[in-house]
Nanobody, 117 residues
Framework: QVQLVESGGGLVQAGGSLRLSCVGSGRTFTAYVMGWFRQAPGKEREFVAGINWSTKYADSVKGRFTISRDNAKNTVYLQMNSLKADDTAVYYC?????????????WGQGTQVTVSS
């Protein structure tokens, strides 16, 4: 069982930056593939980025967002630069055991990111 708690969301102007953090409970954090998803109003939840031994990004965020993890702190980060209004969404942290990132077992409660244009 893993519990995930996100933080770092907020209101930022277009072109600005934010860093999201997700702290996971449990001593097996390193065993999990970690990811970030987002859900905008009226839209389905979508994959943003994932990390296991490598990283994977949605095309819409490539070159702007960076996912990283600090296993000593049981934390995964999402550095978001050059933010656009279209990035406005609730961002969710996820943990899973699928190396292909096709399924996820645990979810956080989400943190709101609002980008003003």
């Amino acid at each position: 069982q893993v519990q995930l708690v996100e933080s770092g969301g907020g209101l930022v102007q277009a072109g600005g930056s934010l860093r999201l953090s997700c702290v996971g409970s449990g001593r097996t954090f390193t065993a999990y593939v970690m990811g970030w998803f987002r859900q905008a109003p009226g839209k389905e939840r979508e994959f943003v980025a994932g990390i296991n031994w490598s990283t994977k990004y949605a095309d819409s965020v490539k070159g702007r967002f960076t996912i990283s993890r600090d296993n000593a702190k049981n934390t995964v980060y999402l550095q978001m630069n050059s933010l656009k209004a279209d990035d406005t969404a609730v961002y969710y942290c996820a943990a899973g055991v699928s190396p292909t990132m096709m399924s996820w077992n645990y979810w956080g409660q989400g943190t709101q990111v609002t980008v003003s244009s």
